[in-house]
């Protein structure tokens, strides 16, 4: 049954031959790894406004400005990026970038920087389309569609989940619709917002309730800019991710992917300047009283509460909700590299039913849903958290670029160099700005975890590497033929179950059984001797003691004395299992087998032979 | 660690040995099996005047009449239960009575009522003594201390469970001072009032804030006497229990459990009606908005609000939170029963280190604290849910003994059948006003709850018996000897761990061994051929195609087909299994081995052969 439902949900498993098909066109691909970063839109303006808005009216015209600096700041790291996918046509994600050129340790730094980065993504991308959502419900009398913020949160994180189970191509062309949705509707808005405000000029926003703009705010110096121009850098959040995808794309990958890069980065810059601009214009800011978003601000003042509004409020939600599926794309990818490396568990590393990782989609949905338990689907207070790992990954993988520039030394690499020698710097002084001030308000909490990561990577590693080499073969001895054979049988008692375990054991090591039983309740031990002596197909019985009514030890005692006893033997310990039915009668039987083998294998090293017996159905 | 541990929390194993040496004397017993009858004068008092006060302030002074009623049921129930305590020297609850006189199904009835108001009785007691907590905390201008009921609830709960977990005899000594002490300041306080009161005259309960007793309530009439009757009977719960609790007691334990019984009446009867006559003379009355209880009415208008109101509120505390115990030590014996005659999972009836039965300790603890933190420690919302599991137990008790005096006829059995017949259809009458009158407001709960735990009683009964049926070996047929073996070798590779099983199965089934690989990664299926030529011990090698990444499946597929090839052989299945140093490290592998186990033994019912490879600790 449970089988069944796992088809149901995520369709019939695709054989490995098949695994090249699940390749991405261009239209495609931008849908799948551009929502993310498309998306920010929805939120970055209303970022640098949350934080201008302290230092008073005045200061929200410098909105403008701080825009432009990051809509520079994104074509300087597209052009980077370019870089990137010429040079690493198998997938030049950050962590491959910074490890195959500069080292491990800023590889390993990266990829922790980036898979946290990644969960956040998903936490923020939905509960920010959650909030689109609650706003066009509060601007259409629906307020109290508030109160299910995280359960409406968790329900997209499940569906996202789910589809990526799937598989790509599938999640493609689920996703396909919604990111065009949004790019024409923005666009739409912007282009009409434009032309109507030439004409008659902009009606500003009317709140139903008057946001506080501080009289006397805080200083409007070069603080509170850099603040700002922090909040704001989120819109950058997520342009990497092509270039860690570019096997993903059909063939000429690294053509294909370059391309979609500009493109994306072209509506990216277009969507968030119009947004500020418009936002300036009406003097849309955020309102803590209704929490309505700046989009829907400018949306409805633009269009009215109409079917337009409407479909603006969705597309909006929409994108970001499926936003989250840029890190769906990434997350397990990032993985499995790990994995394969030997820095995280092999079993990121195993592609389920239908060719996806499922345990990185499935590690991803976890926890990203617990952030938006914990933040309560608030992502305004997961921004502070958010774009520092990006920014990490930015500054070590064009230093890497430029180190390889400089090495290799390729047709054009002086240019090359330069270009990505302009990216490392300026991110790196982004990534200084970003991390000084948002350090107190939550930043400290990914600094700090990012070192644990890369600890745990280490460990894990260590481990593995220590395996192996106690697993090669060019140290292993000859291996000893076993010579004499000693089987020790278990009974819980003399009854139908025990009888082929006795009859194998007398046959596996016809001179050497003993069977064994711990004597637990004094009262019926005359009787058990008794029906052995009928029953006991001539195996000699040993008979334990236990005075603190202990299985186990004095089991282990009395194996260790056979083991002294025959020290060039084969100990083998034979253990009848009973099998129930129904898997809830399990509850009804101590699980002495498993208790058992645990500590015999364990603990003593020792072979075990379960021999089930296993009730007929009536 | 996890073992120290567990030896600090509950202390050494104890040897089979001592069992009988944990007896108990009366006066220690009294502690141990009355906390929970005599504690309930702490509430029994107030639920009956809580139902009242709905009739105005005229009705109640029907308390006194009401209370004088529940004093003469308890007398005749106590009287009933001595002739118990004589027929059933090694134990008389209502589920032996009733099975061994009425049958299976009217024991399992009063087996299933009883094991739900052991339950609720550790879940009411508990909350019970926070509300005596907090009400001292108001009193004495800590309010803040009732945001925390639910938490303080839960800790008492644990340290209960913890003592238990001990063993019987320590637990009596930690509860006998608390006990004593309840008792003595009670009487004490009592005596005080009464003389105070004919001397000076009653003073009557100042309320911070006065409770709204309504001018014009419902009627006074039949139904608000049954509904205040029914509320009060709470008082009968845990009188039981030294019936149940007969052989804990020092020889002669008939004798002293019958004598602790009356005791335990007489000073029940004398606090209940004592502290009812009290709250009539000095009116008071539950308050819905301060939440102080009726005791701590009394106790601080007769003494002020100094030392001696801190003495009884910290007994009346302490002693509500140790009744808790009667059922730690009812549950636990009561369900052993049940699991000895096989209508319970058998893991109830075997005894822990400290020869007490641990999981019925540990199931009551579970079961309670989900209570306490559903109903959020309030007593009241769950009183009406109580008493019915017990009166359903006296009525089938009872009229068990009366069928049992008819039957064995031993001396004087007229003068038993008289007085158990009395008790029978006074508690029958009783139960019949608890059902009627408690029913929507949550007993049906309990009438829903007791006929499924009958239903899962004889599900499990039907499973051990049936496997007792299949065991039996007076339908076995001779063995049959093993005839010939064949040992199929599971590889997941060829590295250093695989070689002693190798060795193994070629020792084990010296003409007739294959080793298994299951192809999962194409690409280096040509490496492990060559490598097997080298080092596969001259063992063939057969490699299984997966098109779908499966383990399992072609498996299963190979093995049922060796089988149907060797008909009259024994197939085993050799598994060589990877054993991690650490238990974190098994996080870093695939529980292949464990899932193939599984697989094999329960869908296949195949012997396995598990040959472990343990790392070297560097």
Known sequence: MASSFKRLLIGKPIATEHQHHERLSRVTALAVFSSDALSSVAYATEAILAVLILGGSAALGLSLGIGIGIGVLLVVVAFSYRQTIRAYPKGGGGYIVARENLGDLPGLIAAGALLIDYVLTVAVSISAGVAAITSLGGTWGFSEIKNYAVEIGLFFIALVTVANLRGVKESGVIFAVPTYAFITSILVMIAYALVRDAM?????????????????????????????????????????????????FK???????????????GLLVTMFLGITYLAHLHGAVPNEFTHETVVSQIARTVFGTGPIYFIIQAATALILVLAANTAYADFPRLASF??????????????????????????????????????????????????????????????????RHLTVKEEGWRRGALINGIGATLTAVVLVVLSVTKFTHGAWVVMVLIPLLVILFQVIHRHYIGVAEQLSLTTAAKPIPVRRLTAICLVSGIHKGVLPALELAKSLAPDNVTAVYVNLDPEHIERVKT?????????????????????????????????????DGHVMVILPEFIPLRWWEHLLHNQTGLILRTALMFRKGKTVISVPYKLERK
């Not at 996806?356 to 952030?371: C, E, H, K, Q, T």
């Not at 001539?538 to 083991?563: A, C, K």
């Open 531 to 567: 029906r052995w002596a009928e029953w006991g197909c001539e195996v000699p019985l040993v008979v334990l003691e236990s005075p603190y009514r202990s299985l186990i030890t004095p089991l282990m005692n009395y194996i260790d004395e056979i083991e002294g006893r025959y020290r």
């Open 338 to 403: 790990l994995s394969r490396d030997r820095f995280l568990p092999r079993q990121f590393s195993s592609r389920g039913d239908r060719l996806v990782f499922s345990n990185g989609i499935l590690a991803l949905g976890f926890f990203s849903a617990l952030l938006v338990v914990v933040f309560q689907a608030n992502e305004i207070a997961m921004l502070p958290l958010y774009a520092i790992g990006v920014f990490i990954s930015f500054t070590l993988s064009q230093s890497g670029m430029v180190k």
């Open 251 to 265: 063939t000429p990958e690294s053509k294909n992917a370059s391309a979609t890069l500009s493109w994306m980065v």
């Open 200 to 248: 008659v000029g902009p009606t500003p926003v009317v709140h139903p309730i008057a946001p506080e703009i501080p009289v006397a705010g805080e200083t409007i110096g070069l603080w509170l800019v850099m603040r700002a121009f922090a909040a704001g850098c989120t819109a950058l959040t997520g342009i990497e991710a092509i270039s860690d995808g570019v096997p993903a």
